[in-house]
Antibody
Framework: QVQLVESGGGVVQPGGSLRLSCAPS????????MNWVRQAPGKGPEWVAL????????YYADSVRGRFTISRDNSKSTLYLQMNSLRAEDTAVYYC????????????????WGQGTMVTVSS | QSALTQPASVSGSPGQSITISCTGT?????????VSWYQQHPGKAPKLMIY???NRPSGVSNRFSGSKSGSTASLIISGLQAEDEADYYC???????????FGTGTKVTVL
């Protein structure tokens, strides 16, 4: 069964840090680009970050660049999102999502999503 | 990078067809054939329904179809069913530094 399972969400104070993890199963993790996408309460999804299948390239949304770091460990089949200098506006459900095209590029079509993990930034 | 523009709500009776529009610019929808559509039920993760403007992933009903004209993409749901009641979001690859932009979302109601 192809699936993604996120963990690591919680409540953190403004300016704090949190690390999210995403564990895949049912497919060859090292063959796919992976993304983090977030969705604030009552809002639409917002793409956050992309890492290529081999970790060689990383891209970020303007809203998180310089504060968030995406990484992966293909030997452990795990995706990470390190979030620093958190702000109230980072409050959202964070999803990891697989890009459909695999190692051949990136087109921003996300065919597998996790169930999400909630991050709340509040004092 | 501004969100793509969708109507806030669309409704239809069972069996009818509805169309959801998604309007962007030449930097996103109009510049690439990388428009996707997602269905999201309350409390659930989004589900990919259409990719590359008009292609359906395996397992998605052929009642869902997509098209594009200029900078506006469309999702057509034919033979509307109660289970189609959900929020729908479009997205597009974009040439900006934020690689993907999502739409504002459309709530579909089956009357």
């Amino acid at each position: 069964q192809v699936q993604l399972v996120e963990s690591g969400g919680g409540v953190v104070q403004p300016g704090g840090s949190l690390r999210l993890s995403c564990a895949p199963s049912g497919f060859t993790f090292s063959s796919y680009g992976m993304n983090w996408v977030r969705q604030a309460p009552g809002k639409g999804p917002e793409w956050v970050a992309l890492i290529w299948f081999d970790g060689s390239n990383k891209y970020y949304a303007d809203s998180v660049r310089g504060r968030f770091t995406i990484s992966r460990d293909n030997s452990k089949s795990t995706l990470y999102l390190q979030m620093n200098s958190l702000r109230a506006e980072d409050t959202a459900v964070y999803y990891c999502a697989r890009d459909r095209v695999g190692s051949s590029g990136f087109v921003g079509a996300f065919d597998i999503w996790g169930q999400g993990t909630m991050v709340t930034v509040s004092s | 990078q501004s969100a793509l523009t969708q109507p806030a709500s669309v409704s239809g009776s069972p069996g009818q067809s509805i169309t959801i529009s998604c309007t962007g610019t030449s930097s996103d929808v109009g510049g690439y054939n990388y428009v996707s559509w997602y269905q999201q039920h309350p409390g659930k993760a989004p589900k990919l329904m259409i990719y590359d403007v008009k292609n359906r992933p395996s397992g998605v009903s052929n009642r869902f179809s997509g098209s594009k004209s200029g900078s506006t993409a469309s999702l057509i749901i034919s033979g509307l069913q109660a289970e189609d009641e959900a929020d729908y979001y479009c997205s597009s690859y974009t040439r900006s530094s934020t690689l993907v932009v999502f739409g504002t979302g459309t709530k579909v109601t089956v009357l």
